[in-house]
Antibody
């Protein structure tokens, strides 16, 4: 059974950098069978994809966040991480990590499973 | 960028059928995936690639996709189905996923 678990500070000051780590169990990031994504959800709002990483370190980011986002991978620990710089109150959200499932044709991607989520509040 | 439109809310009585729509330009040409999110919990995949169900998801959940509208159908609705539902596609033109705004299903 694949499980993902987010960890990191729950409170970040404005203008600082948000950092979260996702630990994967039950699957190996280095198998190369999946991409691995970060997705966030502001309180009471919908889902926003942040970006994904492949075990090689190849990344793809949401253009609206690209200038502030860095996603990295540590295959030795079976973890991937998110850094979001220059945060404001608008970055307050529950941050989820998820495994990307890619169709055989390669043109369809969905997320399963998701981590339980980590609430990060941006406040001084 | 590609936009997915969902109704903010749908209400249904127990035992009836709920239909939640997801509109997008020529969405029938894309694979649509649906997630259920209960309050305080992470989203759970309930339908993928238009109409396939992950293991463990009841047969009451089904999906269809044609033209400009995809639909998640929940038959014999139960109180436990009350949740938010999100549709999602992969936008190949921008090479990233897109989510609908979500629909809150209320069981009367």
């Amino acid at each position: 059974q694949v499980q993902l678990q987010e960890s990191g500070p729950g409170l970040v000051k404005p203008s600082q950098t948000l950092s979260l780590t996702c630990t994967v169990s039950g699957d190996s990031i280095s198998s190369g069978n999946h991409y691995w994504s970060w997705i966030r959800q502001p309180p009471g709002k919908g889902l926003e994809w942040i970006g994904y990483i492949y075990y090689t370190g190849n990344t793809n980011y949401n253009p609206s966040l690209k200038s502030r986002v860095t996603i990295s991978v540590d295959t030795s620990k079976n973890q991937f991480s998110l850094k979001l710089s220059s945060v404001t109150a608008a970055d307050t959200a529950v941050y989820y990590c998820a495994r990307d499932i890619i169709s055989r044709t390669g043109n369809k991607v969905w997320f399963d499973p998701w981590g339980q989520g980590a609430l990060v509040t941006v406040s001084s | 960028s590609y936009v997915l439109t969902q109704p903010p809310s749908v209400s249904v009585a127990p035992g009836q059928t709920a239909r939640i729509t997801c509109g997008g330009n020529n969405i029938g040409s894309k694979g649509v995936h649906w997630y259920q999110q209960k309050p305080g919990q992470a989203p759970v995949l309930v339908v993928y690639d238009d109409s396939d169900r992950p293991s463990g998801i009841p047969e009451r959940f089904s999906g269809s996709n044609s033209g400009n509208t995809a639909t998640l159908t929940i038959s014999r609705v139960e109180a436990g189905d009350e949740a938010g539902y999100y549709c999602q596609v992969w936008d190949s033109s921008s090479d990233h996923p897109v989510f609908g705004g979500g629909t809150k299903l209320t069981v009367l």
